[in-house]
């Protein structure tokens, strides 16, 4: 038995953990404060009561916040079903780290309304989120522990006690303290109370959600609220001459792959197009110029069991390079306005809230300092049959041609619808589409190349 969290209420915890793992709902426990001490100390008495297997912890030191995978970060430490997930210190912390006060009121408006819709993509694909503020009166922090050394990692952290207390209380709280999300404040005093008040509010919204209807939310109208560049395209562009500015465009972008790979931004590149419009040979051509120490492909299939468990966005996180770093997505996020409503992979409603999520999704990398490109590459139906055709009678391309090529040729129509409202609601200003007639593969590959490195050029400052 632990002394500061009595038999009942950890009996009503472990109950809650068993239930929370057999009706699949992620549970994540954010943890804020003045004091990583009492945070830490609050934590490690929660999780002595829990069975160890269903628990992910985590320790985010805001000294460690920025880059361009920031909140990022923490999308990929999010519990899965069934689990439960403890967040010492959090996105709040890291704002805080970024904003130092004064008059720079638009920055942090645009971090927080970041952090709102990155916690409202939690609660809408099922996650609860409980947030609890540990507010330290400063009369018994000893009792929660020996201060450690900065230097050492198990160090609590390292704020500013006083600029994070007048952040969070004169510019955070309210403006976070939503619906989906509510703030849960305890004033962190004497352990003896402050451990079973913290449990007891956790216990509380556990059982309040176990207990009643999930949250009703009406999935909006998918709206075409941005251009459309598909409308604005030639399918027959032609390039000469090619090798000559192929080459120029290679030597240009290893010299830029140079420059990124000291800043501190990072490259995030995504192709989709119709089957046979060449990506595959547009992603060659662009790796041929780049060192390969300093990028990766990714090719998405089919998610993974371990990927189902989490939300739709989790299993893109692992690919989102670190700064100086470059991905080259083969497909990407955009199959869930695509191959899944109309094969039936999502249901109606997470199709409907998809552009609300990729947008949220995309503005936090670009956000946080990630270069993003989005390429669709467009054929023509008659051209697309003639590569189909040519590729069943090459015996070193055959392999790429399968029952489900024909299949997808034979719904053309319907593709192409949901291509169009999927330009029309994520082509936004900050991560818009690149839309290229690919009929003519090697115009395909130099615009490619033309809008990589003029994008790094401009983005770079160079």
């Not at 269903?54 to 920031?70: K, L, W």
């Not at 060449?278 to 051509?285: A, E, L, Q």
Request: glycine fraction near 6%; aromatic fraction near 8%.
């Amino acid at each position: 038995m632990h002394a500061l969290i009595q038999r009942s209420l950890e009996s009503r915890l472990n109950q809650l953990q068993q239930k929370i793992l057999s009706e699949g709902l992620p549970v994540l426990i954010v943890f804020e404060g003045n004091s990583g001490r009492v945070i830490g100390r609050v934590n490690s008495e929660l999780i002595r009561c829990l069975e160890p297997r269903g628990v992910i912890y985590n320790h985010f030191d805001p000294a460690d916040a920025g880059g361009p995978r920031s909140i990022l970060e923490f999308l990929q430490n999010t519990p899965g079903k069934g689990q439960i997930g403890l967040c010492d210190r959090s996105w709040y912390s890291s704002i805080i780290e970024r904003y130092h006060g004064g008059g720079r009121n638009k920055e942090l408006d645009r971090l927080l309304d970041m952090g709102n819709d990155f916690e409202k993509y939690l609660a809408l694909n099922g996650v609860l989120l409980i947030k609890i503020l540990l507010m330290a009166d400063g009369s018994a922090a000893d009792e929660y522990g020996p201060v450690t050394e900065k230097t050492s990692f198990l160090s609590a952290d390292h704020i500013d006690p006083e600029r994070y207390s007048e952040a969070m209380f004169d510019r955070i709280l309210k403006r976070t303290d939503t619906e989906h999300a509510p703030w849960d404040t305890v004033t962190a005093g004497d352990i003896r109370r402050t451990v079973p008040e913290t449990t007891e509010t956790i216990v509380k919204r556990i059982e309040d959600r176990l207990s009643s209807e999930p949250p009703a939310y009406v999935p909006p109208e998918i709206r075409e609220s941005y251009p459309n560049p598909r409308r604005e395209f030639l399918f027959d562009e032609e390039c000469a001459p090619y090798e000559e500015v192929m080459n120029e465009l290679s030597e240009r972008l290893g010299e830029l792959q140079s420059a990124l790979s000291v800043s501190d931004r990072s490259l995030v590149i995504c192709f989709e197009g119709w089957d046979a419009a060449g990506k595959g040979s547009c992603i060659k051509h662009l790796c041929h110029a780049l060192n390969p120490k300093g990028y990766k492909v990714i090719q998405i299939r089919a998610p993974t069991e371990e990927e189902t468990k989490h939300t739709y966005l989790w299993r893109f996180i692992g690919g989102i390079p670190a700064k100086g770093r470059i991905t080259v997505f083969d497909r990407s996020w955009y199959g869930r306005m695509m191959v899944e409503p109309i094969e039936g992979f999502c249901t109606e409603e997470e199709y409907r809230r998809s552009p609300f999520e990729i947008n949220t999704f995309e503005k936090i990398m670009v956000g946080s300092g990630i270069i993003l490109l989005k390429f669709w590459l467009d054929i023509t139906p008659d051209e697309q049959l003639a590569r189909f055709m040519k590729r069943t009678k090459d015996p070193l391309k055959q392999w790429k041609m399968t029952d489900e090529d024909w299949r997808n040729r034979s719904k053309w129509n319907e593709y192409e619808a949901h291509v169009d409202v999927m330009m029309g609601s994520t082509n936004t200003d900050r991560a818009p589409w690149t839309v290229i007639g690919s009929d003519s593969k090697r115009y395909a590959r130099v615009k490619v190349l033309k809008t990589v490195v003029e994008t790094l050029e401009k983005e770079l400052n160079i």
